[in-house]
């Protein structure tokens, strides 16, 4: 026989029936396990409403005291349709030069709401991309880590705009490269780096943020050529978190003081502005101290790298079973098969190894990809 459910309505009918066959309320109420006060007042909705007062009331309050007119209401919605990209505070300016001076407005966030509850507020998309930071490193000598980015964009004289592209020391502070570039495209960077790296030798790490060139939100890991390239040369490949540009800072304050020695006035042209970077980079390197070097400059902390630039080498994988080349479409082609890996691999080597019947393992250098 399964068990009997009861509701509250039922257990309220119950306590009310067996006090009207005389027992005692206090007996009662010790066995519902409720209050004297509440057993009063479920007799006393009891007898005047009858069945009715034992069923549960609204809690909605019968007023609200501050509660916005329907007029001031409709109004803020009126005006929302009318002038469709002004934000709260813009309605709220255009309230109070419209209304008397003893009509209480609201205030910016209970207009947003408004508009929110009548589906007038456009809510920005999510970004899909969950790119993540990877592990970083503390960088304590030179060369163990340099940090990468684009300064934000500025136009030249010439109505052209210009993209600094940035690399400095972490441990030294010392600006190795300040280039102003056409635009963020890949071939730009390549050139930039090698020209670099020539120049200073390799570091152990890079430190560079999410976007590109420096990584791909679609690739696999999140790798675009040149971090591909940057691992073929033996540079470990750090990124801070999206939206933690703190984790970048002292490069972020290097761009700061950019902004303001290098880039107001701008440049007529690119010449004129890549003359004023090299006149910057001189004067941050040799002249201007630092206060975290104990007010030294970072040419007495830099030393050069010990890592000379030789290209790249031949990839072999004794230990796997063969080696496939990947295609420029980003494939390898095995078995007869196509099997997409990413265009950022596009022309190098990667190894295949059996682990299972039927199951192949893909390797890159010394990371598992498949």
């Not at 419209?98 to 209480?104: A, G, S, T």
């Not at 441990?171 to 090698?194: H, N, P």
């Not at 020209?195 to 590109?212: T, Y």
């Amino acid at each position: 026989m399964p068990w009997k459910e009861r509701s509250v309505v039922e257990e309220r009918m119950r306590f009310v029936l067996r006090l009207k066959d005389g027992e005692s309320m206090a007996s009662l109420c010790r066995e519902f396990e409720i209050s004297r006060v509440t057993g009063y007042k479920i007799y006393g909705r009891y007898k005047e409403c009858g069945l009715e007062g034992l069923t549960d009331r609204a809690r909605t309050p019968y007023r609200y005291a501050n509660k916005l007119p329907a007029q001031i209401e409709a109004m803020i919605v009126t005006m929302r349709r009318e002038k469709p990209t002004w934000g709260a505070r813009k309605l709220r300016e255009r309230l109070l030069r419209k209304l008397p001076n003893d009509v209480r407005v609201p205030v910016c966030s209970t207009i947003h709401a408004i508009l929110d509850r009548h589906g007038l507020v456009t809510r920005q998309r999510r970004s899909r991309t969950k790119t993540q930071g990877t592990p970083l490193s503390e960088g304590l000598a030179p060369n163990a880590l340099w940090c990468t980015d684009y300064k934000g964009e500025f136009m030249l004289g010439d109505k052209r705009y210009c993209y600094p592209l940035t690399v400095s020391d972490y441990a030294s502070r010392y600006l190795l490269l300040c280039e102003a570039m056409e635009s963020i495209k890949e071939q730009g960077a390549f050139t930039a780096f090698e020209r670099l790296f020539k120049e200073r030798g390799l570091p152990q790490a890079m430190r560079s943020d999410n976007g590109v060139p420096f990584a791909s939100p679609n690739g696999l890991f999140h790798l675009c050529r040149l971090a591909v390239w940057w691992l073929r040369l033996g540079i470990t490949i750090e990124r801070i978190q999206p939206g933690h540009p703190q984790q970048n800072g002292r490069h972020e304050r290097m761009h700061r003081t950019l902004k303001m020695e290098a880039t107001r006035p701008a440049g007529s042209n690119f010449l004129q502005q890549q003359a004023k970077f090299d006149v910057f980079v001189h004067e941050f390197n040799h002249e201007r101290p630092h206060e975290a070097l104990d007010m030294k400059c970072p040419v007495e902390v830099y030393k050069p790298s010990t890592r000379p630039y030789q290209g790249i080498g031949e990839l072999s994988y004794p230990f796997h079973d063969r080696t496939v080349l990947v295609t420029y479409c980003g494939r390898i082609c095995i078995f007869k098969k196509k099997i997409n890996l990413s265009t950022s691999l596009a022309g190098q080597a990667v190894g295949i190894k059996e682990v299972d019947d039927g199951i192949w393992l893909v390797s890159f250098m010394d990371w598992d990809l498949v």
